[in-house]
């Protein structure tokens, strides 16, 4: 990437930045502007797996010099695609520098802050605001309008709420205690969201970008291929797989899209898949990825931080909706491959799923040690930084042993490697001894054939992780807006107020408010602060109705996530547009029938927590907790089964709109919790799969 950053200057690249996870295009921009782009990216990259790997600085400081990045990056990254002229891009490039020194500041100054808290100097004030212009602006030029609109309402009420009518007014705060709070403590610009940016989004954004580096894509992608390829509608079941599996690296929802889904919805169109419902599968697929464990999205990190709980406790409690999830789109496209005829994949066109596996075993265990640390208890950070160095030290073994001629010698290398670690790790496993077998292995590969494309492949991973963090975290950063006013004028309980009042009349009615909530809120703008804005309102009263509190705020987390599939904006449709050459409002309704599921799960879970392994379940006393457990994940199964059903119009033959209706009407049954619900809707949905089975041809469904 270096050498095309570096290469002869050429013609701005025409980039719409309406839409905040469209993010930019290959490279870093034109001549050497991409170049210093490259390298700061680098250097960003770098003071992060300083921070992650030692941690000696204070945690306000780690957090401004984080967001200081963040706008310089945004700013000349955004200058080198779209200005004009080399002014243009000097000009961009000055004011990111301008938000880099106000990140400086909290270092410079850190001491002389902690002293004067409370009572600002007026060139704390003018940093304060020139902070504040930047992260708003900067945000609009990188996702568009909708946020900053939507902070900047908030910010207004901050500064005039004491002029509305009771009960929305407030006691009204001076412009010095807003921007101190908003630009100097740890409950505005620098709170949670941005701590959480600062250290597992950016670890965990690196170490995906590492294991697609290392291959991770290609194995997905043969694996789901030589597993699902030859079954009925396979290349979709394949979206769905392969999606899901990017899903526990990624975190990201359009990342898939854009990566898998060049592969995968074109696949599914040939075979036969109308272009919408294709792009929706791979839309609904992809959206998935937030709610996988055990990387998930960020707002999971931000979820355990706002808890108060370890990480591997939001991961448990998101495995079985997550599974669920995936299993809905799985059958929805099992079923309109039957409704339509569509047949796999020929053996010719298909790798062995096994043969991936024996070949390309090892980057599996970066993964698989990741996952061992969180349910042990390691913190996210130290799991990460433990799982991105084991996918360097893959990275760089393999390139080593590549040209060796005879496979014992790499055996005794790896062994060897083995070896050596355990040795300086018998105290423990610590950071400077892993991070010395690290460097070491970089000096090797430097001297070997082929050495040097790997380090070059390990410097991208740096650029492009840092690349990659900017719209997640400057998305952090504008949403401590709503954060800092709502924990100093307090409005957050006006809302909460009317949810317990809705709720203490019906839970149902609390609960559609909510999804309603997340669903408007999160139109146009990203997951994070749908999230954060619903779980402040909404989240608490739920958990006073006697909903779980992990259940209340992934209920909101649910939500947000529906909105990216959900017209009129749809961000993981218009992402999967281009891709498909379909209209993204097609797209949108077609992800929704897909992701109907999705739509329900987090009411079944509030309903019946065992199915998020939370305790407070009502058939516990009956049942036992594990007897619950599989109680829930059955009804849901079946629930999901008969949405299907309902969605597509198809089991073993067409249903007709009677059919429907019974189907819908033993699904609401088993999500219900009348007397005999989950009798009515096992006894119907029974009924009519026998039906079915007898309606079905005698002969198999010729493709059309």
């Given at each position: ?292 464990p055990p990387v998930m999205g960020a707002v999971a990190f931000i979820m355990a931080e706002t808890l108060g ?90 390139s080593i042993t590549a040209g060796a001629s005879a496979t014992i010698i790499r055996y005794i290398f790896w ?290």
């Amino acid at each position: 990437m270096l050498e095309k950053a570096e290469g002869t200057e050429a013609a701005p690249i025409k980039v719409e930045f309406d839409n905040f996870e469209h993010g930019f295009p290959e490279g870093f921009g034109p001549g050497w502007w991409g170049a210093l782009a490259y390298w700061i990216g680098i250097a960003f990259a770098s003071f992060q797996l300083y921070v992650a790997a030692f941690n000696y600085l204070p945690s306000q400081v780690v957090r401004g010099v984080h967001v200081g990045f963040l706008i310089l990056l945004t700013f000349g990254l955004i200058a080198n695609f779209t200005a004009k002229s080399n002014a243009g891009r000097a000009l961009g490039w000055m004011i990111g520098g301008a938000g880099f020194l106000c990140g400086l500041y909290q270092w410079i100054f850190y001491a002389d802050l902690i002293a004067r808290d409370g009572d600002p100097t007026r060139l704390d004030l003018m940093v304060g605001t020139l902070l504040a212009v930047l992260i708003f602006e900067g945000t609009r030029r990188l996702m568009g309008a909708a946020l900053p609109l939507m902070c900047g309402a908030c910010l207004v009420y901050w500064f005039f709420g004491q002029y509305l009518p009771s009960p929305l007014n407030h006691r009204g705060y001076d412009f010095d205690q807003i921007v101190t709070h908003l630009s100097f403590g740890t409950e505005g610009f620098y709170g949670v969201p941005i701590y959480v940016s600062a250290t597992y989004i950016f670890l965990f954004i690196l170490f995906g970008s590492f294991l697609e580096r290392a291959g991770m894509i290609q194995l997905f992608t043969d694996v789901s291929l030589g597993l699902f390829g030859r079954t009925r509608g396979g290349p979709a079941k394949v979206a769905v797989f392969a999606s899901g599996m990017m899903g526990t690296i990624s975190g990201s929802g359009v990342a898939n899209v854009v990566t898998v889904g060049q592969f995968t919805i074109p696949l599914m169109i040939r075979f036969g898949y109308r272009r919408a419902f294709a792009a929706g599968v791979e839309a609904t697929a992809s959206m998935g990825g937030q709610i996988m464990p055990p990387v998930m999205g960020a707002v999971a990190f931000i979820m355990a931080e706002t808890l108060g709980v370890q990480y591997s406790e939001i991961v448990k409690a998101a495995a079985i909706p997550a599974m669920l999830y995936f299993a809905s789109a799985f059958w929805m496209v099992h079923l309109e491959a039957g409704k339509h005829g569509l047949t796999g994949m020929k053996r010719s066109e298909i790798p062995s799923a096994w043969k991936a596996l024996v070949t390309r075993w090892y980057l599996v265990l970066p993964l698989a040690a990741l996952i061992y640390m969180l349910f042990e208890g390691f913190t996210p950070l130290y799991a990460g930084s433990m799982g991105l160095a084991l996918t360097v030290a893959l990275i760089l073994g393999t390139s080593i042993t590549a040209g060796a001629s005879a496979t014992i010698i790499r055996y005794i290398f790896w062994i060897g490697l083995a070896l050596v670690v355990a040795a300086l790790s018998r105290d423990g496993l610590k950071i400077v001894p892993v991070a010395s077998v690290v460097v070491g292995l970089i000096v090797i590969t430097a001297f070997v054939r082929g050495g040097f494309a790997a380090l070059r492949g390990c410097r991208d991973a740096l650029a492009e992780s840092a690349k990659s963090a900017i719209t997640v975290g400057m998305a952090c950063a504008i949403v401590g807006v709503i954060i800092g006013m709502m924990s100093q004028t307090g409005v957050g309980t006006i809302f909460g107020g009317w949810v317990i009042g809705l709720g203490e009349k019906s839970l149902f009615l609390a609960l559609i408010m909510t999804m309603l909530l997340s669903i408007l809120l999160g139109t146009g703008i990203p997951t994070i602060p749908t999230y954060i804005i619903t779980a402040a309102l909404a989240a608490p009263a739920l958990a006073k109705l006697g909903v779980p509190l992990i259940a209340s705020h992934m209920f909101a987390f649910y939500y947000g996530i529906m909105a990216d599939l959900s017209p009129p904006v749809a961000l993981a449709a218009l992402a999967a547009a281009p891709i498909a050459k379909e209209n993204p409002d097609k797209i949108g309704w077609e992800a929704m029938r897909i992701a109907l599921a999705g739509y329900v799960i987090p009411f079944i879970f509030v309903y019946s927590p065992a199915l998020m392994l939370q305790a407070g379940d009502p058939m516990a006393a009956k049942l036992g907790f594990y007897g619950a457990v599989a109680l829930a994940a059955l009804k849901a199964l079946v629930a999901i089964g008969l949405f299907g059903m309902v969605a597509i119009g198809f089991l073993f033959t067409r249903l007709s709109l009677i059919e429907r209706l019974v189907a819908l009407g033993a699904a609401f049954c088993l999500l219900g919790e009348f007397a005999f619900s989950d009798t009515a809707g096992f006894v119907l949905a029974a009924a009519l799969v026998l039906w079915q089975w007898r309606q079905r041809p005698s002969a198999p469904v010729e493709a059309a």
